[in-house]
């Protein structure tokens, strides 16, 4: 039986890739279809959480950060998710819009990286998506003043309780400091994984006459 791998020798960590190919005829005319074809393979494959994605951005300062969230939608305008926006993220990308998006299907050894600008989606958008999350979420989105120090996991307990004691017996309306930001990208790459490390990254950059691709060397 083989031994596992030791976690501390990561340059010996190695996994051989080359189940498929990616070549320029198997494209989608656009990147959001191509995008749809994709996550359908991974809803498909039965991926756990196919719609976890990294979000990257850039403080006012030129810091970076980056932290998972879940894209809720996606659509010829670009992909959506949702947040505090007094959050870091949030204060960041009102800030700085410049945003990147990650989606590491590594069970499909593949992967797609959005680039592009975010701005918020309509406040009817984030009350239609808000009133679909369940209660305890909605009360959470009340109850945490994301990314703020707090005292301790008691307090933090504490501020839900009042929340749920303060909309018992009616429904929780949408926080004034909660809602959607819209990725309206500028270049999707899609990466998928061959043998020798010699992946397959092609590439949609948006111009003034429409979508171009590309293939970028692995």
Wanted: no cysteine; charged share 30%; aromatic share 10%.
């Amino acid at each position: 039986m083989a031994s596992a791998p030791d976690p501390d020798q990561l340059a010996a960590l190695r996994r051989e890739y080359g189940d498929a190919g990616l070549d320029d005829p198997d494209l989608a005319p656009d990147p959001v279809a191509m995008f749809r074809r994709w996550m359908h393979d991974t809803v498909v494959a039965g991926l756990h959480e196919p719609n976890a994605m990294v979000v990257a951005t850039v403080s006012p300062e030129g810091r970076p950060s980056a932290r998972m969230v879940l894209l809720k939608g996606v659509d010829d305008r670009g992909f959506v998710f949702y947040t505090n926006y007094e959050s870091r993220k949030g204060r960041d990308l009102d800030a700085r819009p410049a945003v990147s998006l990650l989606f590491p299907w590594h069970d499909l050894q593949r992967q797609v990286r959005v680039e592009g600008s975010a701005s918020r989606v309509s406040e009817e958008e984030s009350r239609a998506y808000f009133a679909t999350r369940p209660r305890a979420s909605q009360l959470g989105a009340w109850a945490s003043p994301q990314s703020d120090q707090v005292p301790s996991r008691a307090e933090l307990q504490a501020s839900y309780d009042e929340v749920e004691r303060r909309f018992a017996d009616q429904d929780v309306p949408l926080p004034p400091h909660w809602g959607g930001f819209r990725v309206h990208p500028d270049l999707v790459e899609f990466w998928q994984g061959r043998r020798g490390r010699m992946h397959d990254r092609l590439v949609y950059r948006r111009t003034a006459d429409g979508w171009t691709t590309a293939r970028l060397a692995p």
